[in-house]
C-alpha cells in the first residue's frame, strides 16, 4: 500500500510540475517582447569588449548562464572519473598500435594545435570560442592517447584537479572580484571588459579540453567484437 501511495504522490507531483511548466511557457509566449534584443544587443556591443555577438551574450551580457554551463561540465568530469574502471585513467586497451595512426599523428597533432589556438583567439570579434576551440584540443588529446602517447596529467591528482577546476574557478573569481569593485556580479569594467574575457576563455579552453578528455578515457571499454563481414553478427 504504501508503494502504490508513494508512486501516485510522485506521479502528481510530475503532473503537478508539467502542468505549472506548461502554464509558465504559456504566459511567456503570449506576452510581447518588451524590448527588441537585437537592437538593444547592437547598440550595447561596443561596450562589451568583444565584436562577435555571440561571445558577448556567452560571455558577458548572458554569462551567467555560462558559468552555470561550465559548472555542469565540471560535475559530469568528475563524475565520470569516480565511475573509471581502472584508478590511474590510464587503460592500456585504450591505445592502439596503428602505426599509420602513429605517423599521422606527426601532422595532425600540431595543425589540431594551431586550429584550437585560432578559434579561442577569433572567438572575440568572429566565430570560433572556448568551447569549439575545447572541443579541438580534447580531439587532439585523444588522438594522442589512442596513439599511446602517455598523458601523465590524466592521472589522478593535482593536475588532474586543477585542470578540471581551473576555468570554473577563475570565472566565478572574476565574477566576485567584479562585484566586490562595486559594480554587479559578473559586470566587467568596460576598459577591462576584453582582457578579462580573453583570459576566462583562454581556461576554460584549457578545462572543455580536460573535462572532455577525462571522459573519454574513463569511459568503458566495449570489449564486443565486431562481427565478421558477410556474418549475421
Partial sequence: MNRVLRTSLVASACLAFVAGLAFVIREISATATPV???????????????EN???????????YDTLLEIGV???????????ARTSSLEDPELRTSDELLYALQRWLIPLMLLLAGYLLWAGS??????????????????????GGIPMDFLRPGLMLRLGLSLGFTVFL?????????????????????????????TVLTLSIAMVLL????????????????????
Fill in 214 to 233: 577525462a571522459l573519454f578515457v574513463s569511459a568503458p571499454v566495449n570489449d564486443a567484437e565486431e562481427p565478421e563481414e558477410g556474418g549475421s553478427g
Fill in 36 to 50: 527588441d534584443l537585437p537592437a538593444r544587443l547592437a547598440e550595447n556591443l561596443g561596450r562589451s569588449g568583444v
Fill in 53 to 63: 555577438p555571440v561571445t558577448a551574450v556567452l560571455l558577458n551580457f548572458r554569462s
Fill in 125 to 146: 570579434d568572429r566565430p570560433g570560442g572556448a568551447f569549439q576551440a575545447g572541443a579541438v584540443l580534447a580531439a587532439s588529446g585523444i588522438l594522442m592517447r589512442l
Fill in 173 to 201: 573569481l572574476v565574477a566576485v572580484a567584479s562585484a566586490l569593485h562595486g559594480g554587479e556580479f559578473l559586470a566587467y569594467p568596460p576598459e577591462l571588459a576584453k582582457t578579462l574575457i580573453v583570459v576566462i576563455e
Fill in 73 to 83: 561540465l565540471v560535475i559530469a568530469g568528475i563524475a565520470g572519473i569516480s565511475v
